[in-house]
């Protein structure tokens, strides 16, 4: 078949629909071309002016409850799971695994040597569940948005967990686009290349002072646990503190975090970005359930996620051909995720994506599927 040339009319205005990196709002790259700050000392007033803007535009987009604290350190939401068990777990956690993020976590604590075992709750890809509860359970934790796979979980205290239970919620694909409660969660974790527009390297995370308290005792090095100071989060919240990280972090990531903050408060916070996500992912749910062709990958309506969506095609449909047709096309990043197969697309339909450009977007699949399938 000769390349498919899909008519510019009906081509979105923006192409990009990753679920990470995602897209980053052209707005938002000016603004960072313009900043004096690239090349300046991140431990200067400049750079720590804008960490602390950060700090205060994470609050007020979530209603940061008192007590609680933003911190900041680097290496991504990969390296807040090593932290966590250098920091957090004393010694069993309950984890939820349904998708490859949600497992990962899991399977960090359980290479830790001075914990147990872990307990691991697993659910088929494409379902959800939530962890197993049970006596000597230090820490619960799963993904608030499984980004693999497209299922969403609420975010609250397990019922039957003991009181000083630590609650640990991988926001990385949902903060900025999914609400959330805080006092439901002692650490609710994220990098910001998704909804929040920026790049990866760095993890950000909501705090409560249970949290905080149990590090402070971890790291103390009393027991002898080896604590290093990149996986110290007490370090990592006095240093936050001072409008800082550790070491040198990527300037580029904070000046982008921190204009997309200033965009989505501007217009509404949070009400204005959960609308425009529930908006975009709506448009691709109802087009899959009317597809004779594709249905919706998530089975369970109450468990799709307004940020990524996942739809699998019968076995009439050349997914890869479309999806190459389309990415040929200037419409990149919808191939499924890996370790899910071939017969899917994968749309990430984060804050900065237009939900009119979800509807080109579905027009251009039309328009491929029509010559694409027998």
Known sequence: MSELVIPAELLPEDGRFGSGPAKVRPEALAALASSPLMGTSHRRPGVRGVVARIRERLAELYRMPDGYQVILGNGGATSFWDLACVSLIERRSSHASYGSFSRKFASAASRTPWLRPPLVTEAPFGQGCLPAVEDGIDVYAWAQNETSTGVAMPVGRP???????LVLIDATSAAGGIDADLTQADALYFSPQKNLGSD?????????????????????????????????LTLAAANAAKDQTLNTPALATLILLDEQLGWMLEHGGMGFVTARTADSSRRIYEWAQACPCARPFVADPALRSPVVVTVVFDGTVDAPLLC???????????????????????????????????????????WV?????D
């Open 159 to 165: 019922a039957g967990a003991a009181d000083d239970a």
């Open 200 to 232: 990866g390297g760095l993890w950000l995370s909501f705090c409560s002072p249970a949290a905080l308290e149990r590090s402070a005792r971890l790291t103390a090095g009393h027991d002898g646990r080896w604590v290093p100071d990149t996986l110290n």
């Open 324 to 366: 190459r047709t389309l990415r040929a096309n200037g419409i990149l990043d919808i191939e499924p995720y890996r370790a899910l197969g071939t017969d899917q697309m994968r749309v990430g339909v984060f804050a900065s994506v237009d939900p009119d450009d979800v509807s080109r977007l579905l027009g251009c699949i039309d």
């Open 369 to 373: 599927l029509e010559r694409i399938v």
